[in-house]
């Protein structure tokens, strides 16, 4: 039975994550605390609804199946968010409660107010930078993005059934050394709110439905797709 999501908020992460997840689940519905972030939402196909920080949500007990609904809390406010979490915690102890932080403080509160997951933004933006800045063939990667090299390409690539890497551990693969790309993130399959992980210091087993997001240039990328699909 495919899931229910709830965001609630429509910043440029809220954005993020709606598109990332529309596909795997039954319905998506947003939740905007202004509504000036209406038009934005509705424009990028999603059903929105206001809602206020003293809400009982009523609705959302009568309308969806708790126990197959994940709710995100989005809002850029920090104290707005740790209230939001509070708040759907106490309605619906069994909803499966996803949540951004800033920083190590927003983290501890989160926890606190009964977030399942909670994702520092702050270390995922800063992970994500840091594994594309040590990497050695950056200065020529940013210089063919800055200057439209369309050889240059950050691809997803979908792991599917009988992929001659499923089973193999992320840091075993030499992405650099044998086949010239970088592995930016990662995407577990396997885990029901199906996020994006930097690859950097996440020790991963790649199993089917995961997704890799690389960077390098097209003929390389094609010939890694190519061996890993059983090609020569």
């Known amino acids: ?17 709606a598109a990332q997840i529309v596909s795997e689940y039954e319905s998506v519905h947003i939740f905007i605390l202004d509504e000036a972030l209406r ?3 509705e424009a990028d ?3 929105v609804s206001r809602f206020d920080l ?3 949500w009523h609705d959302i007990e009568e309308r969806y199946s708790i126990e197959n609904t994940v709710a995100f809390c989005t809002l850029e406010d920090d104290a707005h968010n740790i209230f939001l979490t509070i708040s759907l915690r106490a309605a619906f102890e069994r909803m499966y409660l996803v949540a951004l932080a800033k920083d190590t403080e927003g983290i501890n509160k989160l926890k606190i107010a009964g977030a399942n997951r909670i994702l520092p933004i702050v270390q995922i933006t800063a992970n994500l930078i840091s594994e594309i800045l040590e990497k050695p063939v950056v200065t020529n990667v940013l210089h063919n993005i800055l200057y439209e090299d369309s050889d240059i390409k950050i691809a997803q690539i979908d792991i599917q059934k009988g992929d001659a890497i499923v089973g193999n551990n992320s840091h075993a693969i030499a992405f650099k050394e044998e086949y010239n790309i970088i592995l930016l993130a990662i995407v577990d399959g396997r885990l029901n709110t199906n996020f994006v992980f ?7 087993i790649i199993g089917e439905g995961d997704v890799l997001v690389v960077i390098g240039l097209q003929d390389d990328i094609e010939r890694f797709k190519l061996r890993i699909k059983g090609g020569s």
């Open 54 to 56: 003293s809400d009982e």
């Open 1 to 17: 039975m495919k899931k229910s999501a709830l965001i609630f908020g429509y910043n440029e992460y809220a954005r993020q994550i």
């Open 39 to 41: 038009h934005k939402a």
């Open 198 to 204: 930097t690859a950097k210091g996440f020790n991963h």
């Open 45 to 47: 196909g999603f059903r």
